[in-house]
Antibody
Framework: EVQLVQSGAEVKKPGESLKISCKGS????????IGWVRQMPGKGLEWMGI????????RYSPSFQGHVTMSTDKSTNTAYLQWSSLKPSDTAMYFC??????????WGQGTLVTVSS | QSVLTQPPSVSGAPGQRVTISCSGS?????????VHWFQQFPGTAPKLLIS???NRPAGVPDRFSGSRSGTSASLAITGLQAEDEADYYC????????????FGGGTKLTVL
């Protein structure tokens, strides 16, 4: 069974760093792109970028380029999304999703990030 | 402002048929990219409802159907049920950024 399990909710202060994770199982992790999606409170879905674990090819949305970093660890079948300096506007739910033949078919349960002083 | 345009809300009585539109442009749906639809309940992850314009993944009732024509796509729900009340999003790809996903702004379906 394909599963993406994300790390738990985080509460951080502005300026702090953060790395959240998305662990895949039930399929060949290296062979499928992993996308990240932001959902701000009460708002819609926004594509942040996508990474291919096989060779770490990354495509960032211009809206998020330079503010987040995507990475993967093939040895643990885990994808990561990190911030070096959080802002209150980063408060949102973050989802990872597997892309299979251009279809985001399986999604993680989401990680809620709250940034507040 | 979302790249794909959806109505903010639709509603219907139990048993009725509703449709949700998704309008794109020549850089996404009009470029030939498939449209996918997702259903999202509050506090949960989006769930794939329709893939590649018209295909239902296993377990999705045949009350849900999709279509695509030109730069637009539609999701139809027949025999509306109370448990269909959720947010619905369309998604496609865009040539603006290689590999990029684009979403509609989402449509809140209310079952009256």
């Amino acid at each position: 069974e394909v599963q993406l399990v994300q790390s738990g909710a985080e509460v951080k202060k502005p300026g702090e760093s953060l790395k959240i994770s998305c662990k895949g199982s039930g399929y060949s992790f290296s062979d499928y792109w992993i996308g990240w999606v932001r959902q701000m409170p009460g708002k819609g879905l926004e594509w942040m970028g996508i990474i291919y674990p096989g060779d770490s090819d990354i495509r960032y949305s211009p809206s998020f380029q330079g503010h987040v970093t995507m990475s993967t660890d093939k040895s643990t079948n885990t994808a990561y999304l990190q911030w070096s300096s959080l802002k209150p506007s980063d408060t949102a739910m973050y989802f990872c999703a597997r892309q299979f033949r251009q279809v985001p078919d399986y999604w993680g349960q989401g990680t809620l990030v709250t940034v507040s002083s | 402002q979302s790249v794909l345009t959806q109505p903010p809300s639709v509603s219907g009585a139990p048993g009725q048929r509703v449709t949700i539109s998704c309008s794109g442009s020549s850089s996404n749906v009009g470029a030939g990219y498939d449209v996918h639809w997702f259903q999202q309940f509050p506090g949960t992850a989006p769930k794939l409802l329709i893939s590649r314009n018209t295909n239902r993944p296993a377990g999705v009732p045949d009350r849900f159907s999709g279509s695509r024509s030109g730069t637009s796509a539609s999701l139809a729900i027949t025999g509306l049920q109370a448990e269909d009340e959720a947010d619905y999003y369309c998604q496609s790809f865009d040539t603006t950024v290689s590999g990029s996903w684009v979403f509609g702004g989402g449509t809140k379906l209310t079952v009256l």
